[in-house]
């Protein structure tokens, strides 16, 4: 290997990943909801966790995250189905959803978001009592 | 412009993203002849090659596997990546959503003539599975020194 390493960044032309500024990617999700809170699973790969931005504003959840690959610095590149090294996608939360609470996790490019709901709107067993 | 985290219906640009991959299905990408080997649009995972005078570089797009359920071969000069991604839910959920790949999955490209299938390294970090080979050592660029 090389030791003259440079690291793939959107404000640069990079062949691991040739970034056009124009385009930005957008990561699959997949959601879960159960009687607790939301779950949401992207997969984000070649992120690293410094670059990863979680954001909550308005009500509004953010994701964005940038690649970071290290690469021979003469590299060109030959084929690329990822041209650009953003991430973002965005997605409006309910009001019945404890945004303090939001708690992420990144493994392998995964980015695990669980957003558990207000203890007021969790559902309550109702006990009936005998007459 | 965002998707409401609960609703998918009238999501406006998924639709949009659907109806470009079906049209790309039915009449091809615009452009010349593509590889024989080459994959349709959208098929998991993307990869990139890139290549240096010392070799290439493949970086696979694959996030959340099992490092141990990854199988790369190199038969002649064909580098076929195969696994697969199992499918997470958490328990007693309904899902909103379901983008993610999951199950089985197998991506093949041919690599240069020059290039030595012995010399091949791999490793997977954040996601990204790393493949590197070395042309061999006679196609190798190499400084020639003027003799005094």
């Known amino acids: 290997m090389t030791t003259d390493k440079r690291v793939a960044r959107q404000d640069e032309q990079s062949p691991a990943a040739p970034a056009d500024p124009k385009v930005i990617l957008r990561p699959a999700v997949d959601i879960f909801e159960n009687d607790h809170s939301i779950c949401l699973f992207a997969n984000l790969p070649g992120v690293p966790e410094g670059g990863l931005h979680l954001e909550v504003d308005d009500k509004t959840l953010t994701i964005q995250g940038d690649i970071e690959i290290e690469m021979p610095a003469d590299m060109e590149s030959l084929y690329a189905d990822v041209r650009s090294t953003r991430y973002r996608r965005a997605f409006t939360l309910s009001s019945e959803l404890d945004t303090a609470k939001i708690a992420a996790t990144l ?16 559902p309550r067993r109702i006990e009936i009592t005998a007459g | 412009m965002f998707g409401s985290i609960t609703n998918w219906e009238n999501d406006l640009f998924d639709q949009f ?132």
């Open chain 2, 17 to 148: 993203d659907r109806l470009r991959r079906e049209m790309e299905d039915v009449w091809g990408s615009p452009g010349g002849p593509a590889s024989i080997r080459a994959s349709a649009s959208g098929s998991y995972p993307a990869i990139n090659v890139g290549a240096s005078a010392e070799g290439i570089d493949v970086y696979v797009f694959a996030a959340g596997l099992d490092r141990d359920k990854i199988d790369i071969s190199v038969q002649q000069n064909l580098l076929s990546i195969s696994g697969e991604c199992m499918p997470t839910q958490p328990e007693k959920s309904s899902a909103h959503r379901k983008e993610r790949f999951s199950g089985p999955f197998r991506r093949s490209l041919s690599l240069p003539e020059d290039i030595d299938p012995d010399s091949a390294t791999a490793s997977y970090r954040n996601g990204v599975l790393h493949l590197g080979f070395k042309r061999k050592a006679e196609a190798r660029p190499r400084k020639i020194q003027i003799n005094q």
């Open chain 1, 107 to 122: 493994k392998d490019g995964v980015l695990e978001v669980t957003i558990p709901k207000r203890e007021e709107v969790l």
